[in-house]
């Protein structure tokens, strides 16, 4: 009979603090907001994060060797033109469908996620997001909660 060996849960499981961000800006603009206010480097990651065919999130990323942290900002929506057969006057129109990274949070634009193994304190961080004139607001989301947390593992 041979051993079964199970990894557990907890082997995978990442340390990451989360942090969504209202603001009308394009992601472009926002990344250069972020290099210019936290001293980083964000550029665009050579492949976007696709959930499904019709699921794909553009998003940036930078490694921050300094302190050993790896950040990535992304959108949390995603409108994908999307070709549905249709009878009717409207046959070759295409339809268009949003989409959400995490559902839960529809109202958030982007969310920031920064993996670590120390401490991180990211009151000092959401303060700094806020003084970015077209940031509507930045807060701190607590990611075990999340329902569709999976989807932030990349």
Do not use: C
């Not at 990651?45 to 490694?63: C, M, R």
């Not at 050993?68 to 469908?97: C, H, M």
């Amino acid at each position: 009979m041979a051993a079964v060996h199970k990894i557990s849960g907890d082997f995978y499981e990442e340390s990451f603090t989360l942090i969504a961000l209202h603001s009308s800006m394009q992601d472009y603009s926002i990344v250069y907001a972020l290099n210019m206010v936290l001293n980083s480097s964000f550029v665009r990651a050579s492949k976007d994060l696709e959930l499904s065919e019709y699921k794909s999130f553009p998003f940036f990323e930078w490694q921050d060797d300094q302190h050993d942290r790896y950040w990535t900002l992304i959108a949390n929506k995603s409108i994908k033109k999307e070709l549905l057969v249709r009878d009717g006057l409207f046959q070759d129109e295409p339809s268009f469908a949003k989409h959400y990274l995490v559902p839960e949070y529809k109202e958030v634009d982007y969310f920031v996620k920064i993996e670590h193994d120390d401490d991180l304190d990211s009151s000092f961080l959401v303060k700094d997001l806020l003084t970015i004139p077209k940031i509507i607001t930045a807060y701190s989301l607590d990611a075990d909660t999340l329902k569709s947390r999976n989807n932030l593992i990349f």
